[in-house]
């Protein structure tokens, strides 16, 4: 009950702050204070650190060169130098500057409506509040504010420490550290930006970092605790898509901020919205960006898993089924009389092996790919009579050993399937195989000289996944291979893989 006490305060708290920031930035006026000396010449004797003038340059000790009054009070110029440089500071300039802000107080304020509705989930919801509060002041520094603008310094470095406190498992003496170096940290910032604006830069640099690392612990907790590491270890299906479209968003920001002058913090806005809505967008368009960014992945283990499962079949099948059969067939051929049943087992087992070796023929994995494929074209042979089937398969350096089991298998079923193709739909009157095995090299075509399919037909039914054709580019595709369909003269059609280890 404490943790949502405390994190709903922490949400008011980021969000009453970043809803002043936008005000300030926005349609405030900034206090401008700069401190002059009565000498001749008048020398700056106080500015704000880290404020809007600082920026620009100006300094104590440095002298006045030029100072324009406007038409109204608010309307001034101010001109100064330190013997080699001169700085102007300007109400226009410094309005301006306060406008680029306005994009980044208006994030901190979207984070803090995405905290509000995340409150179910006080962890992550306060996570938001922190990086809100942490925006926040980066965008209230640019008006001179001195109490308002240094208490959100101060705050954007002790935040973190306070949602650690609140949600980190760890030990109390790293939450105490922790805490005791962002305490330090603020308090050095404040200090220098006080009294001692000589060292303001460097307490800055720290601050910058306390900052920094307290959100990356901020992200390490959640990381860890909301088991996101081991999503991120195993990324697939929408968690792969979500990263891309996370990447891309961030790539195109870090592109045309390199490439174009559009200021940083419209486009810190721009991808802050576009993430923000991108949840809603994935929703509705969910299928389509999975099926552009992992059809071809899925496509792919798609092919391994039938395989791996049609080998598992077929093993079972050997294993079990076939071996109890032939047990009873010879169980029945020693009592007269079961001769009719013995005969309908056999024929039983006859189809078990030839389910068995159509889902894994074992003369692949025993003797290797070129004999598969000549039980291939005799297969073939036999169930087309009226069909002529040539064979050119040769075996290339067995002795050196034999091409990876993974493309043996790709290879076979590529040229299984060219043969089925050929024989079902081609009406041709010829099939060729030719190919060439070897432990380094695989080649391997079917050709024939039916109708043939048109170059621009070919495309479109490897498009649609028609004709096989899809089926055996992702094969080949999966070893690494090249694929091919073309026409032959003066008709016909040629299928061709060309696998070839890497070097």
């Known amino acids: 009950m404490k943790h949502r006490l405390a994190g709903v305060g922490l949400l008011l708290a980021a969000t009453v702050a970043a809803a002043y920031v936008v005000a300030v930035v926005g349609w405030g006026q900034p206090e401008i204070e700069v401190r002059l000396t009565n000498d001749q010449p008048p020398t700056v004797v106080w500015v704000l650190p880290g ?261 598992r079949i077929a093993r079972e099948l050997h294993d079990a089924p076939l071996q109890e059969v032939a047990a009873v067939i010879r169980d029945l051929d020693r009592h007269p009389g079961t001769e009719k049943e013995a005969d309908m087992l056999r024929q039983a087992a006859s189809h078990l092996r030839q389910v068995t070796t159509e889902l894994r023929p074992p003369v692949l994995d025993d003797l290797g790919l070129p004999a598969a494929l000549q039980h291939v074209v005799a297969q073939a042979t036999a169930g087309s009579p009226g069909i002529e089937i040539e064979s050119d398969i040769t075996p290339v350096d067995l002795y050196s050993g034999r091409a990876p089991a993974q493309v043996e298998l790709a290879v076979f079923r590529i040229v299984q399937e060219a043969v089925e193709n050929a024989l079902r739909h081609s009406g041709a009157t010829l099939i060729r195989v030719v190919a060439r095995v070897g432990p380094t090299e695989v080649e391997a075509s079917v050709a024939d000289d039916g109708r043939g399919i048109a170059a621009g037909a070919a495309r479109a039914a490897l498009q649609a996944g028609h004709l096989g054709l899809a089926t055996m580019a992702q094969r080949a595709a999966l070893i690494g291979a090249e694929f091919s369909t073309q026409p032959t003269v003066p008709h016909g059609t040629l299928v061709r893989v060309h696998w070839q280890a890497k070097r």
């Open 51 to 311: 404020g809007p003038v600082w920026e620009r340059g100006i300094r104590p000790t440095q002298t006045v060169t030029s100072i324009a009054a406007g038409t109204s009070p608010a309307d001034w110029a101010m001109t100064t130098t330190d013997g080699r440089i001169e700085n102007t500071a300007s109400d226009p300039a410094i309005q301006l500057a306060m406008r680029d802000w306005l994009p980044v107080a208006m994030l901190a304020l979207i984070l803090c409506l995405a905290a509000w509705l995340a409150i179910r989930r006080p962890q992550i919801a306060t996570a938001l509040a922190v990086l809100a509060v942490a925006i926040s002041a980066q965008a209230l520094l640019s008006a001179d504010m001195p109490i308002r603008s240094s208490a959100a310094g101060a705050a954007a470095v002790t935040a973190p420490p306070l949602w650690l406190w609140l949600w980190s498992s760890r030990t109390a003496r790293l939450r105490v550290v922790v805490s005791v170096m962002a305490g330090l940290v603020a308090l050095v910032w404040l200090t220098a930006r006080a009294a001692f604006p000589d060292l303001y830069d460097i307490a800055e640099i720290a601050r910058a970092a306390a900052i920094i690392i307290g959100l990356l612990l901020v992200a390490a907790v959640l990381i860890e605790q909301r088991g996101w590491r081991q999503a991120l270890l195993n990324l697939e299906g929408r968690r792969a898509a979500d990263l891309f479209a996370v990447t891309a968003v961030l790539t195109v920001i870090v592109v045309v901020a390199v490439l174009t002058e559009v200021p940083l913090a419209a486009l810190v806005l721009g991808g802050g919205i576009a993430l923000l809505a991108y949840p809603a967008v994935r929703r509705r368009l969910g299928s389509t960006i999975d099926e552009l960014v992992l059809s071809e992945v899925r496509g792919r283990a798609s092919l391994a898993a039938v395989e791996d499962e049609r080998g």
